[in-house]
């Protein structure tokens, strides 16, 4: 793969490994394998109380913090931290850059290009916030793994993707930095959101049949996302639909999706100019599946109630085909524990074997000595190709995010610690005993992606966020 057409950074989304499943994060239908890495912030400061923009409790004034010496211009405290200037210019000299290689009529006014990156330094900034007070963190041995599936994805040894960031002028320190706060905010999520989906077999059995007859649909698609506010009120409604209507009049007038999306769309795949990639009927709302069925290819959609905010898609390209679900060769190493004193070694020992792996160590080798499963370890692990529904679903749903040579950070399951490899991956055509694990595992999909909107908007709208230099503000501030 050439670094010139695919920089480093553009990869960094699909191959941390300890990521969740998500493929849509910030606002429904986007896409997290477009997204760059996160842009570090002041370092989270303990707060106890956070208020919304709009919270009457709200401080007359920011209230600003201490050690402001020596720091450049404050252009946006987020509760009691604060975003400067040349943060804000560094992510969005590199936005600005990624644009311009990839898409440069997607390029917004600078003003535009500015007030959107600042909005998503703002939400990220909270997430991290709410992960240190939670006690998130994220250890040596699961940053190294991040890297080493990061430079597998690259095909590139760890060191190779050293220098090779070093090359295309990127710091080392900002970059970890960078992967360190994803995989804190993909954990926060995955804590927040994730492990609290759980569905009914009434439900899967229903969406089952739903399955069947949307078949093996697919969706290439962009979007533009107006949202609404907390508890929105009737004339806060009508206003969003008014943006909405407004932004797909301009499209219809001839100007490009992408351009529109990139200015007024509001979310982090606004920045991608609105691209969400392939997406499978079955995971939209059956609204927007059933809506998107009646376009042709290049077509732009009317504007489509949500539960947070107004969708307006362009159909990019469509399939029509077979359902399939993905299949991964996969290989393990488990872990037992009786105790919780066993479950700290255990614990202890998938330190050691992860350190093991990133000094190069084969899988196979450490699965045969350490593995403690007797249908795979003599065989390095091994266990062929796995379809939906022979395991658990969190090591399923992790298994998905790895890419074909990336390694997981150990799972626990009870009391067992899992570490899986991902060998390779096919489409194959669902067979009838498949249906309700393929059914189970879309419909989970689809209701993170709508859960997680809201969680993220709930968590702005209870932060206390203020934008100091007008230019930078939101309209609806």
Avoid at 16 to 45: C, H, I, K
Avoid at 223 to 236: G, K, M, R, V, W
């Amino acid at each position: 793969m050439s670094l010139k057409r695919r920089p480093i950074l553009l990869a960094l989304g699909i191959a941390l490994g300890a990521a969740p499943v998500l493929a849509w994060a910030t606002t429904p239908f986007l896409n997290r394998d477009t997204l760059l890495p996160a842009t570090p912030a002041m370092s989270p400061l303990t707060t106890t109380h956070t208020y919304s923009e709009r919270s009457a409790e709200a401080p007359a004034v920011a209230p600003l913090p201490q050690n402001t010496q020596n720091l450049d211009k404050v252009v946006a405290v987020v509760n009691d931290n604060i975003i400067t200037s040349m943060q804000l210019e560094q992510r969005v000299g590199a936005v600005r850059a990624r644009l311009q290689t990839q898409n440069p009529n997607a390029m917004p006014p600078e003003d535009i290009l500015r007030r959107q990156v600042l909005q998503q330094m703002i939400l990220q900034d909270i997430e991290l916030q709410i992960a240190h007070r939670a006690g998130i963190k994220v250890d040596k041995a699961t940053l190294d793994q991040a890297i080493s599936n990061l430079a597998q994805a690259n095909h590139l040894t760890p060191d190779q993707l050293r220098q090779a960031l070093a090359n295309q002028g990127q710091s080392w320190e900002r970059f970890t930095h960078d992967l360190e706060d994803r995989i804190l905010v993909d954990r926060l999520m995955q804590q927040e959101v994730e492990n609290r989906v759980h569905i009914g077999p009434d439900e899967v059995k229903t969406f089952a049949q739903q399955l069947k007859e949307m078949g093996g649909v697919s969706f290439d698609l962009q979007q533009i996302f107006i949202p609404l506010p907390d508890n929105p009120t009737p004339d806060a409604v009508g206003a969003a639909r008014r943006d909405a209507e407004q932004a797909r009049d301009h499209v219809l007038a001839g100007e490009r999706f992408g351009r529109v999306a990139t200015q007024v769309s509001s979310g982090r795949d606004a920045l991608q100019g609105g691209r969400l990639g392939w997406i499978k009927a079955g995971e939209l709302p059956p609204a927007v599946a059933q809506t998107l069925l009646q376009l042709k290819v290049g077509e732009i959609s009317p504007v489509i109630p949500g539960p947070t905010g107004f969708h307006i898609f362009k159909l990019l390209d469509v399939k029509h085909g077979q359902p399939t679900v993905t299949e991964v060769k996969t290989a393990m190493i488990v872990l037992r524990a009786g105790n919780s004193l066993q479950l700290q070694e255990a614990e202890a020992r998938a330190q050691d074997i992860q350190q093991a792996l990133q000094s190069g160590t084969r899988f196979s080798e450490l699965a045969r000595s350490y593995s403690q499963d007797p249908r795979t370890a003599a065989n390095g692990g091994e266990m062929g190709w796995v379809a939906p529904g022979q395991l658990p679903d969190s090591l399923e749903r992790t298994l998905l995010t790895l890419q074909p040579g990336g390694v997981s950070s150990p799972i626990r399951v009870g009391n067992a610690i899992y570490i899986l490899h991902s060998q390779a991956q096919r489409q194959q055509a669902v067979e009838e005993k498949q249906i309700m694990a393929a059914a189970r595992m879309q419909l989970y999909n689809r209701i993170v992606h709508e859960r997680m909107d809201e969680w993220q908007r709930r968590i702005r709208d209870g932060a206390y966020v203020e934008v100091l230099e007008p230019g930078l503000r939101s309209s609806d501030a």
